[in-house]
């Protein structure tokens, strides 16, 4: 190996990163993948173990950390720009590595003294959770300024081995919709405009290569940790192998840097895993988990929702709002949630938005009353709002009509009656803040619904210039402020349902609605891709009425209150409706979701599904000790015998006890035809011993039973098999 040749190398437990640094240029990528001894090494710097090809520039141009455009490299660029026109092309030409945490994180400083630019790439590889977090920070060291079209918050390599991308898209009630595409040699892109997250573009992916299956196998995932326009893009390189970009969608003229100003980006989470799309979903749960910022500092176990949306919509008055909590808290509701229609002039989505103090209509007393009521049945109270959205209709709107983002001679266009405020004025937060600050001073409110009901359009700042950036990080920062006033508060990120959900959302909340819909069989999808990055504890999932009133389709109780089990429970219809043996049987899942609550929101979580119409997740520790398995039938059986389901994540060498579990008083019949004595034996109060290398490779037999229904078991780890 040539003396002068130096490699950085940063390792995880399971993955490492390798980046070659050549002197005059910026860091080559040379590996990203699983895991390589302390010490391991290309060896030889890339260019001297590649040979140029015909009809090729002098000298070969590798993918960089950085790269740049129009000196030499032909790819997608990690950063376009141009000052009035000119220093249009960018190349680095020094580098310095400053390590943070040797091994684990550091700094590359990346400098173009020809366009005076500096990029500041931070990459930190989690020795616990394995994933991979990157951030750029550019700074315009020039005397002239910048107009930046593209920065890329990361680059990443990816092996040629890789065959195809699974992404998500979706609509306002069907989120996490799952996509598939085949790698080649054509671009693969996403990109997102509306100003939000997005319910159908959502911006992260898993790169699979062959073989790779829900508990095997070499993936790769990547994140953008942003909560308003991004892109992402997945290239084929001319050695085979891939480059992936993330980073934000910057519309036209959106970022001008003055001189000696900077950009950071969003940050990029990423992670690689050999144990298949489980494996790096535990690694994305880990590292959001790591950096959820709870009350107090640790979550407390998540109380039962009862949101009163769907039980009342509009139409919120005292009387059947505290006779609604009166029928939650005897089922065991622990956080009753007052959603839209409790504020001034609220009455329908046509008018109100933005004159958040009670109705005096309706709350002819304020809230006190309604609250203290909610509190002494022993439940905590929580509130909806939006506050980044005005009505025409609404005395904000009469009063300061130019604090909706707006563009000069273009007319204003509504979503949902409403217009999106500018939350980057100054004036605009300060309102906003004293608002929502005064209800949480006056009030013991332990939780906000925090609603974002449209995308946007005409997104104009004061000075003309596009405001999606700014919007974002004005969300982020009202967000902040008044959590640093109330501590206590949690707040619950809402966007017609699934429309803002991100890791850079949940940096400053701490719970997201996941879906406008709580169909249960629609509810299964989206959540089994939910689960892909986000851990189930923050994931809220209601049982609603039948029928659903997104779909009009009808589920059981049962079936409803098992696909809502595993995340953040709550309930959202009108209980007062539901005859002693509904109410009764509401209650025993509430209690069966309290007792099995610890386990389902700690721990890994596995997901899949079988031929039949049968889609299973479980959740349990790496050790395999203790597992609850849920096992979901959506369609009418096509088999005469139901398909077993093997256990992977079991420890072979090990015994299990396997019991079945149901809410308390739950009757089923024994000895009946569609039965057989094992599930009779699950249901006894010992349950059945089964060997956990049976469990694992010829695997767990499962009733015979009608659509839309679910078989809910845990087993538990004895000891050495016998």
Same mark, same amino acid.
């Given at each position: 190996?040539?003396?002068?040749?130096?490699?950085?190398?940063?390792?995880?437990?399971?993955?490492?990163?390798?980046?070659?640094?050549?002197?005059?240029?910026?860091?080559?990528?040379?590996?990203?993948?699983?895991?390589?001894?302390?010490?391991?090494?290309?060896?030889?710097?890339?260019?001297?173990?590649?040979?140029?090809?015909?009809?090729?520039?002098?000298?070969?141009?590798?993918?960089?950390?950085?790269?740049?455009?129009?000196?030499?490299?032909?790819?997608?660029?990690?950063?376009?720009?141009?000052?009035?026109?000119?220093?249009?092309?960018?190349?680095?030409?020094?580098?310095?590595?400053?390590?943070?945490?040797?091994?684990?994180?550091?700094?590359?400083?990346?400098?173009?003294?020809?366009?005076?630019?500096?990029?500041?790439?931070?990459?930190?590889?989690?020795?616990?959770?394995?994933?991979?977090?990157?951030?750029?920070?550019?700074?315009?060291?020039?005397?002239?300024?910048?107009?930046?079209?593209?920065?890329?918050?990361?680059?990443?390599?990816?092996?040629?081995?890789?065959?195809?991308?699974?992404?998500?898209?979706?609509?306002?009630?069907?989120?996490?919709?799952?996509?598939?595409?085949?790698?080649?040699?054509?671009?693969?892109?996403?990109?997102?405009?509306?100003?939000?997250?997005?319910?159908?573009?959502?911006?992260?992916?898993?790169?699979?290569?062959?073989?790779?299956?829900?508990?095997?196998?070499?993936?790769?995932?990547?994140?953008?940790?942003?909560?308003?326009?991004?892109?992402?893009?997945?290239?084929?390189?001319?050695?085979?192998?891939?480059?992936?970009?993330?980073?934000?969608?910057?519309?036209?003229?959106?970022?001008?840097?003055?001189?000696?100003?900077?950009?950071?980006?969003?940050?990029?989470?990423?992670?690689?895993?050999?144990?298949?799309?489980?494996?790096?979903?535990?690694?994305?749960?880990?590292?959001?988990?790591?950096?959820?910022?709870?009350?107090?500092?640790?979550?407390?176990?998540?109380?039962?929702?009862?949101?009163?949306?769907?039980?009342?919509?509009?139409?919120?008055?005292?009387?059947?709002?505290?006779?609604?909590?009166?029928?939650?808290?005897?089922?065991?509701?622990?956080?009753?949630?007052?959603?839209?229609?409790?504020?001034?002039?609220?009455?329908?989505?046509?008018?109100?938005?933005?004159?958040?103090?009670?109705?005096?209509?309706?709350?002819?007393?304020?809230?006190?009353?309604?609250?203290?009521?909610?509190?002494?049945?022993?439940?905590?109270?929580?509130?909806?709002?939006?506050?980044?959205?005005?009505?025409?209709?609404?005395?904000?709107?009469?009063?300061?009509?130019?604090?909706?983002?707006?563009?000069?001679?273009?007319?204003?266009?509504?979503?949902?009656?409403?217009?999106?405020?500018?939350?980057?004025?100054?004036?605009?937060?300060?309102?906003?803040?004293?608002?929502?600050?005064?209800?949480?001073?006056?009030?013991?409110?332990?939780?906000?619904?925090?609603?974002?009901?449209?995308?946007?359009?005409?997104?104009?700042?004061?000075?003309?210039?596009?405001?999606?950036?700014?919007?974002?990080?004005?969300?982020?920062?009202?967000?902040?402020?008044?959590?640093?006033?109330?501590?206590?508060?949690?707040?619950?990120?809402?966007?017609?349902?699934?429309?803002?959900?991100?890791?850079?959302?949940?940096?400053?909340?701490?719970?997201?609605?996941?879906?406008?819909?709580?169909?249960?069989?629609?509810?299964?999808?989206?959540?089994?891709?939910?689960?892909?990055?986000?851990?189930?504890?923050?994931?809220?999932?209601?049982? =609603? %009425?039948?029928?659903?009133?997104?779909?009009? *389709? #009808? &589920?059981?109780?049962?079936? !409803?209150?098992?696909?809502? @089990? $595993?995340?953040?429970?709550?309930?959202?219809?009108?209980?007062?409706?539901?005859?002693?043996?509904?109410?009764?049987?509401?209650?025993?899942?509430?209690?069966?979701?309290?007792?099995?609550?610890?386990?389902?929101?700690?721990?890994?979580?596995?997901?899949?599904?079988?031929?039949?119409?049968?889609?299973?997740?479980?959740?349990?520790?790496?050790? =395999? %000790?203790?597992?609850?398995?849920?096992?979901? *039938? #959506? &369609?009418?059986?096509?088999? !005469?015998?139901?398909?077993? @389901? $093997?256990?992977?994540?079991?420890?072979?060498?090990?015994?299990?006890?396997?019991?079945?579990?149901?809410?308390?008083?739950?009757?089923?019949?024994?000895?009946?035809?569609?039965?057989?004595?094992?599930?009779?034996?699950?249901?006894?109060?010992?349950?059945?011993?089964?060997?956990?290398?049976?469990?694992?490779?010829?695997?767990?037999?499962?009733?015979?039973?009608?659509?839309?229904?679910?078989?809910?078991?845990?087993?538990?780890?004895?000891?050495?098999?016998?």
């Amino acid at each position: 190996m040539p003396a002068d040749t130096r490699f950085a190398a940063l390792h995880g437990r399971h993955s490492s990163l390798i980046i070659e640094l050549p002197p005059g240029e910026a860091p080559l990528w040379r590996y990203w993948g699983p895991r390589l001894p302390e010490g391991s090494s290309p060896g030889w710097p890339l260019r001297q173990t590649r040979p140029l090809p015909s009809f090729m520039l002098d000298t070969d141009q590798p993918l960089t950390v950085m790269p740049g455009f129009g000196v030499g490299w032909f790819g997608q660029s990690a950063l376009l720009a141009h000052s009035a026109g000119q220093a249009f092309a960018q190349t680095f030409t020094r580098c310095e590595l400053h390590w943070q945490q040797p091994g684990h994180a550091c700094v590359l400083v990346l400098h173009d003294d020809v366009a005076r630019l500096r990029v500041d790439l931070s990459l930190s590889l989690d020795p616990a959770s394995d994933v991979l977090v990157l951030r750029t920070v550019l700074t315009n060291t020039g005397d002239a300024p910048l107009d930046l079209q593209w920065l890329a918050a990361a680059t990443l390599p990816l092996p040629g081995r890789c065959e195809r991308v699974h992404s998500y898209a979706g609509q306002h009630v069907h989120e996490f919709m799952p996509q598939v595409d085949a790698l080649g040699r054509s671009l693969w892109r996403r990109e997102n405009r509306r100003g939000r997250t997005s319910h159908d573009c959502f911006p992260g992916a898993v790169v699979a290569t062959p073989g790779a299956t829900p508990q095997a196998g070499l993936v790769y995932g990547a994140h953008l940790a942003w909560s308003g326009n991004h892109q992402q893009t997945i290239e084929w390189l001319h050695d085979g192998q891939y480059q992936w970009q993330l980073g934000e969608w910057l519309a036209p003229g959106e970022v001008q840097l003055a001189p000696g100003q900077a950009i950071t980006t969003p940050e990029v989470v990423a992670s690689c895993s050999s144990a298949g799309f489980d494996g790096l979903a535990a690694n994305f749960h880990a590292e959001l988990r790591s950096r959820l910022r709870w009350p107090g500092g640790a979550m407390a176990a998540r109380p039962v929702h009862l949101n009163t949306w769907e039980g009342f919509y509009f139409d919120v008055h005292p009387g059947p709002v505290m006779a609604l909590a009166d029928a939650a808290a005897e089922v065991g509701v622990e956080r009753f949630v007052l959603d839209d229609g409790w504020f001034h002039g609220r009455h329908h989505d046509r008018a109100a938005l933005g004159d958040w103090w009670p109705d005096e209509t309706k709350f002819p007393d304020g809230l006190g009353g309604l609250i203290a009521h909610v509190q002494a049945l022993g439940m905590q109270f929580g509130l909806w709002v939006e506050p980044e959205m005005v009505n025409p209709d609404s005395e904000l709107y009469r009063a300061h009509p130019e604090w909706a983002l707006q563009l000069a001679g273009r007319p204003l266009i509504t979503a949902r009656n409403q217009l999106v405020l500018d939350i980057s004025r100054p004036e605009v937060a300060d309102y906003l803040f004293g608002k929502i600050d005064a209800l949480l001073r006056a009030h013991p409110i332990a939780y906000l619904k925090w609603d974002h009901n449209r995308d946007l359009t005409t997104a104009g700042l004061a000075d003309g210039r596009a405001g999606y950036r700014a919007q974002v990080l004005a969300f982020y920062a009202l967000v902040d402020r008044l959590r640093r006033a109330h501590p206590q508060v949690e707040i619950e990120s809402c966007s017609g349902g699934g429309g803002r959900i991100d890791f850079a959302v949940l940096r400053h909340t701490h719970r997201v609605w996941t879906s406008d819909c709580i169909d249960a069989l629609s509810r299964i999808e989206i959540q089994q891709g939910f689960l892909q990055f986000f851990p189930p504890e923050i994931m809220g999932a209601h049982i =609603g %009425t039948a029928p659903a009133h997104t779909t009009g *389709r #009808t &589920q059981a109780m049962d079936f !409803r209150a098992a696909v809502a @089990l $595993p995340g953040h429970l709550g309930i959202e219809f009108d209980l007062r409706q539901l005859d002693a043996n509904a109410r009764s049987a509401l209650r025993g899942w509430i209690d069966l979701y309290k007792q099995l609550r610890e386990r389902l929101h700690q721990g890994r979580v596995w997901r899949g599904s079988l031929p039949d119409g049968l889609v299973w997740q479980a959740h349990g520790d790496d050790a =395999g %000790t203790d597992l609850l398995l849920l096992v979901y *039938r #959506t &369609q009418p059986t096509q088999h !005469r015998y139901t398909p077993v @389901l $093997p256990l992977p994540m079991l420890q072979p060498g090990s015994r299990y006890r396997v019991q079945q579990l149901a809410p308390a008083g739950t009757v089923r019949p024994r000895g009946a035809h569609h039965t057989a004595p094992f599930f009779d034996a699950l249901n006894d109060e010992g349950g059945v011993l089964l060997d956990g290398a049976w469990l694992q490779q010829a695997g767990l037999p499962l009733p015979r039973a009608q659509a839309e229904t679910a078989f809910i078991v845990q087993l538990r780890r004895q000891g050495a098999a016998a």
